[in-house]
């Protein structure tokens, strides 16, 4: 399973970008891959700390 946080600021370059959001949307109501996981960190937070 692929894992993702949707990035919005580059959603304009994205050509799949409702397929992202859609899939992203269905994960965050479910609880599925990194919205599950409450000790996932988003890369930007990640990036901000190291």
Known sequence: ???????EKYQDDCPS???V???SE???AN???VWGNP???KPW???KKN
């Not at 399973?1 to 990035?7: F, I, T």
């Open 1 to 7: 399973m692929k894992q993702l946080y949707p990035y």
């Open 17 to 19: 970008w409702d397929a």
């Open 21 to 23: 959001k859609a899939a």
């Open 26 to 28: 269905y994960a965050i």
């Open 31 to 33: 609880q599925l891959g």
């Open 39 to 41: 000790a996932a960190v």
């Open 45 to 47: 937070d990640y990036r």
